[in-house]
């Protein structure tokens, strides 16, 4: 049957039969297709021409509903996710492999690689590696892939033909150099440590927000602060610990300070001088000096590396994603008395097929861009991921592998979600999980999430004392603020904007 349904290929221009799944309950066949929006558009005039093509070839002992699968295939996303599967998958190729030695010719529905490789290169994978990049192309783009290797040194003509196509302008920036550090052996002290990599603190001259540093303990003391308190319309002043603490590294002593929470505020008689220790926190001025406070440490190894890293710029324009206006009465009346502040905020929740960002994948994002103290656009999407999502995470979430099948991957949606980010001040619940998915697949597809980060955790803890707990269940409620089903992306993004905007 498939191979009589191919005529169907040879209808219009951009549509694929991708395959069909027969329902035997119901006596249904679902003919599955791929198009590509650019040359083709499922309208009822369409679908009725593809339906009486089908009845002509198969017959009509069975009904059939047809299901289209958008398949945009764009030059430039092809060429990034191309570049980026070769160096994250292919090691034994990709020695002085480059952005530029990619070339990508679309013919409807099939893309056509060159790739041009160094000899060396060349000679192992030609004739046993083409087809196996082919499949794992296809599994992101639903398209059908050839890949042609090149010498670099049998190539003629213009060495920059990739950069000087339209489609594939702002691709890589020049490569920078920094310096970071590689954290391993971590132990948690105070607070919880989910980072890898440290900053250069030494580079640091203004206030920055959420950043990692690590040093070796010089000095520590102990001190205590007081505090009102009130429960049950009582007001008691407590008494709280908090530590100030020195570390240095690369020759530059830096002064920190570190707030517990009261139930861990003798975990800090932990730290001693001499410790290796990394910490999560924020550079604020002080009395005209620049600080450092943290809200969490723990004990680690680190070692310094020096890299030199290229990253994309940001996209001119969205290509699979598209932001929509905010619209919600509710905001109108959102604070007790009028309250705007400056600047553009970018309130993101995502959900995932687990908990760790180096092995599980995002299945949904959802955003809300915060512009002068007022919603103003939302971003969200499912992410298909390249695994089945396991059936504690549906329960949790409510997304199954059928709400995600249709949806872009994450090498489609990154691009747009950078744009969508490009400029802002990136805001979270507990920012250090999501960002850390984030920062993941960023690495992975050459982009660069360098934006300030802010934290509803934090703020929480800071402007809502006394709280039973702080998830965004329990800091919602307090600030009376609606939050319907939770575990959804866009909805506690919305939620969560909310909070920043009644806690800012």
Known sequence: MVDRLEILNRLFDGL????????????????????????????????????????????????????FIRCPLDKRAIANHTYSTIINNFPAISKNFTFDDVK?????????????????????????????LADKLKESFLADFTVKFERKEDVVGDENAIEKNAELMSSIKEAEEKTVYELSEITDIIGKNEYTLATDYTKINSPIENVVVCGEVTNIQKRTYKRNFTKNGETKEIEHIFYNFSIRNDGKVLYCSIFPRQADEMKGDLITVGM???????????????????????????????????????NEDYHTVFPQKYIDMEQTGLFDEEKHFDGTFVIFDIETTGLEAIKDEIIEIGACKVVDGRIDEIFSTFVKPSKHIPKEITTLTGITDDMVKDAPTINYVLPDFYKFCYGATMVA??????????????????????????DTLEMAHQKLPGLKNYKLGTIVERLNITLDNAHRAINDATATAKVFIKLK
């Open 429 to 454: 619940h507990n920012i250090s999980f999501d960002i850390s998915f984030i920062y993941n697949a960023a690495k992975k597809l050459s982009y660069n999430f360098d934006n300030p980060l802010m």
């Open 16 to 67: 694929k039969f991708k395959d069909a799944e027969y329902k035997e309950r119901t006596n249904v066949c679902v003919m599955n297709f791929l198009y590509n929006p650019e040359t083709f558009n499922p309208t009822e005039e369409n679908q009725k021409i593809i339906m009486e093509k089908i009845v002509e070839l198969i017959g009509d002992f069975v009904k059939y509903e047809l299901n």
């Open 276 to 314: 290796k220790v990394s910490c999560f926190g924020s550079f604020r001025e002080f009395n005209g000096k620049l600080n450092f406070t943290a809200t969490s440490i723990a004990r680690c190894e680190y070692k310094r590396e020096d890299i030199k890293s290229g990253f994309k710029h940001v």
């Open 104 to 132: 990508v010719d679309i013919d409807n529905m099939k893309v056509n690689l060159t790739l041009r490789l160094s000899p060396m290169s060349y000679d192992y994978a030609v004739n046993n590696r083409e087809q196996m």
